[in-house]
């Protein structure tokens, strides 16, 4: 055998080689941890289908923004789910809201972190459709009027920036005209611009009571507006038509099987790209543990470490906090990615 020949394993020998030499790190501030808020004080209602998650009220969506801050968690993205819905989904914008409310919250208990507030009326209506309904389907331009004015609410409250979710054509425009007219333009927008219709939305849609209700002549799914999961060529087109609207960072979702695309969207644009492991990653991961089919610890590196060595630069997990405090006790980290 040559003496020449590729030795490999000389840099995975030990611990210290392997985490010297790592390609992709994770860091706390990559990470954006999703919060799901409701109305009230005091509230803490567990969440089935996402272990180690619950609906918040205000207060409590503080403390945890606290907690992740003390971590070095990089930024939550907030989830309203009002008390009362309707076919226009006008509790999107209430200043007294649950998101409004909790963005003062925060601001008052953990004054560093980095406020993202989702944009969408799936929450807020009705029937469960992420825009206003007309002649049995989704309006796209009726529905621009509403996402701005939530935007603007956000906006108002404290957010440093939001995130429209709704896969609605304009959407983009529409926010920043709205938010610069109102002289909030130091506000971001860090838009879903590739979001595909999914069956790993599952476990959020029970979170935030938002699957869509079967009603007469109305579409049963979102597939009319999300992208078809064949589809990349139409993702960076989404993505540039986002950047020339006024988006200033990406999100792209699901993350996990999509990670081509996650690719093809950071070679394609320059901005900051962000990727969600979505609620249905991080309940399946979590399911086939509770079987013993499978170390959650371990799962949940490889996974997020797959995200990042896609070209995500920041990634959307109900991992965070655990991540975070995995990454506060270095040995226990390394452990779990041996």
């Not at 963005?103 to 004054?111: C, E, H, L, N, W």
């Not at 999100?251 to 900051?272: C, E, F, H, N, T």
């Not at 070209?311 to 959307?316: E, M, P, R």
Request: hydrophobic share 45%; proline share 5%; charged share 25%.
């Amino acid at each position: 055998m040559s003496e020449r020949f590729y030795r490999g394993r000389r840099l995975r020998r030990t611990p210290g080689l392997r985490r010297l030499m790592r390609e992709t790190r994770i860091e706390p501030a990559q990470l954006v941890a999703p919060l799901f808020v409701v109305e009230g004080r005091g509230a803490k209602q567990a969440i089935a289908s996402l272990p180690d998650h619950a609906r918040l009220s205000p207060d409590l969506a503080a403390e945890e923004a606290a907690a992740l801050e003390s971590l070095g968690v990089g930024a939550v993205l907030l989830f309203g789910i009002p008390a009362r819905k309707d076919a226009a989904g006008t509790s999107a914008w209430d200043d007294e809201g649950p998101v409004p409310s909790a963005i003062r919250a925060i601001r008052k208990r953990a004054p560093g972190m980095v406020i993202w507030a989702d944009v969408c009326l799936c929450e807020y209506s009705d029937h469960g459709h992420c825009g206003v309904l007309r002649d049995g389907d989704v309006d796209n331009d009726a529905t621009l009027a509403g996402l701005s004015r939530a935007a603007l609410a956000y906006a108002r409250a404290g957010a440093d920036a939001v995130a429209p979710s709704d896969m609605m054509d304009g959407r983009v425009g529409a926010i920043r005209a709205a938010l610069d007219g109102a002289s909030l333009t130091s506000t971001a927008i860090v838009s879903y611009a590739v979001k595909y219709a999914s069956a790993f939305y599952g476990p959020f849609r029970e979170a935030a009571h938002s699957r869509p209700i079967l009603q007469a002549g109305a579409p049963s799914d979102r597939r009319g507006y999300q992208m078809d999961g064949g589809n990349v060529r139409e993702a960076r087109r989404e993505a540039r038509a986002d950047l020339a609207e006024g988006a200033d960072a990406l999100i792209v979702k699901p993350a996990g099987p999509y990670l081509d695309v996650v690719s093809a969207v950071r070679r394609a644009v320059d901005v900051p790209v962000a990727a969600y492991q979505v609620s249905g990653e991080y309940a399946a991961l979590h399911a086939a543990a509770e079987r013993g089919w499978m170390d959650l610890e371990a799962a949940m590196w490889e996974t997020v470490l797959g995200i990042r060595r896609a070209g995500a630069d920041l990634v959307i997990t109900y991992f965070a906090r655990r991540i975070a405090e995995s990454l506060a006790a270095p040995a226990l980290a390394e452990e779990a990615r041996r």
